[in-house]
T-cell receptor, first 114, second 111 residues
Framework: NAGVTQTPKFQVLKTGQSMTLQCAQDMNHNSMYWYRQDPGMGLRLIYYSASEGTTDKGEVPNGYNVSRLNKREFSLRLESAAPSQTSVYFC?????????????FGAGTRLSVL | AQSVTQPDIHITVSEGASLELRCNYSYGATPYLFWYVQSPGQGLQLLLKYFSGDTLVQGIKGFEAEFKRSQSSFNLRKPSVHWSDAAEYFCAVGADYKLSFGAGTTVTVRA
């Protein structure tokens, strides 16, 4: 049971380059999320998709775009990478039902922008 | 909007000693509260959650947490720490399908 799978695990970019971080879940969850983790700041929500076909901005969306490709996959794109986007990126997924739902996290993508 | 404060950035504890990590939240309604653990280089693993009911909740790896509405707190405890508990711990509050995390507490375990 893979859960939430993120690719790649590590990436180094030069300023101005673009890239897409991939995320897939095999738990048939409706909702998916992208977070970034920076030292001393915990995890901050970039974008989320409450259900297939919908996406919404989180706390720190600037410089990012997302695509909910289908129910399983939710990608995060950096169009023109900046050093401030050096971070660890986590994808998560959850069921969608009444109340609140547990989020399950991938192993993360460690991104350095030089 | 909800928010979480973890007052302790770093805690060092001896193996076998007890551990308590503090968490204070701000949220207007009944909160959904979580503790996650992150081992070095790994993703986040859910330790325990509070949705409603008994205010003392048990989790995995021998951890427990107590919800105190009057103090807006959800502190995490473990009676006897093992070296494998060295990690970063995050408290989070959930609302509107989103999680808001605290800054984290790093736990170091000394022999």
């Amino acid at each position: 049971n893979a859960g939430v799978t993120q690719t790649p695990k590590f990436q180094v970019l030069k300023t101005g380059q673009s890239m897409t971080l991939q995320c897939a879940q095999d738990m048939n969850h409706n909702s998916m999320y992208w977070y970034r983790q920076d030292p001393g700041m915990g995890l901050r929500l970039i974008y989320y998709s409450a259900s297939e076909g919908t996406t919404d901005k989180g706390e720190v969306p600037n410089g990012y775009n997302v695509s909910r490709l289908n129910k399983r996959e939710f990608s995060l794109r950096l169009e023109s990478a900046a050093p401030s986007q050096t971070s660890v990126y986590f994808c998560a997924s959850s069921e969608q039902r009444t109340g609140f739902n547990i989020q399950y996290f991938g192993a993360g993508t460690r991104l350095s922008v030089l | 909007a909800q928010s979480v404060t973890q007052p302790d950035i770093h805690i060092t504890v001896s193996e076998g000693a007890s551990l308590e990590l503090r968490c204070n939240y701000s949220y207007g309604a009944t909160p959904y509260l979580f503790w996650y653990v992150q081992s070095p280089g790994q993703g986040l693993q859910l330790l325990l959650k509070y949705f409603s009911g008994d205010t003392l909740v048990q989790g995995i790896k021998g951890f427990e947490a107590e919800f105190k509405r009057s103090q807006s707190s959800f502190n995490l405890r473990k009676p006897s720490v093992h070296w494998s508990d060295a990690a970063e711990y995050f408290c989070a509050v959930g609302a509107d399908y989103k999680l808001s995390f605290g800054a984290g507490t790093t736990v170091t375990v000394r022999a």
